[in-house]
């Protein structure tokens, strides 16, 4: 079994960074794909990024690439989402996902290609 926890969410004004960390117990292997994913009340959860636990491939939804970066490391069971130049429109509670399967055979951006899921942290942006 593998648990996921969150850490790093909270409130910043538009225009800052926050960085949210993720980190994974139990049964991991070096081939696991990690992903953030948000989500809004009445809405269903969005993509945001994902990265190969290896390789360091990394792969982003459009409304964030050039401003949130995803890493790594591998060693200690850790994931990083930096978000920078937060928008009102980034506000959110983002989870940590995981999933037992090579980064390249999965539909990295579907929520459901995932398995395992953390219990999400709150990031609010204002305006």
């Known amino acids: 079994q593998v648990q996921l926890e969150e850490s790093g969410g909270g409130l910043v004004q538009a225009g800052g960074s926050l960085r949210l960390a993720c980190v994974a117990s139990g049964r991991i292997y070096n081939w696991y794909a990690m992903g953030w994913f948000r989500q809004t009340p009445g809405k269903e959860r969005e993509f945001v990024a994902a990265?190969?636990?290896?390789?360091?491939?990394?792969f982003y939804a459009d409304s964030v690439k050039g401003r949130f970066i995803i890493s790594r490391d591998s060693a200690n069971n850790w994931v990083y989402l930096q978000m920078n130049n937060l928008k009102p429109e980034d506000t959110a509670v983002y989870y940590c996902?995981?999933?037992?399967?090579?980064?390249?055979?999965?539909?990295?951006?579907?929520?459901?290609?995932?398995?395992?899921w953390g219990q999400g942290t709150q990031v609010t942006v204002s305006s």
């Open positions: 996902a995981g999933e037992s399967r090579p980064f390249g055979s999965m539909q990295v951006e579907r929520a459901n290609e995932y398995r395992y």
């Open positions: 990265i190969g636990w290896t390789a360091g491939k990394q």
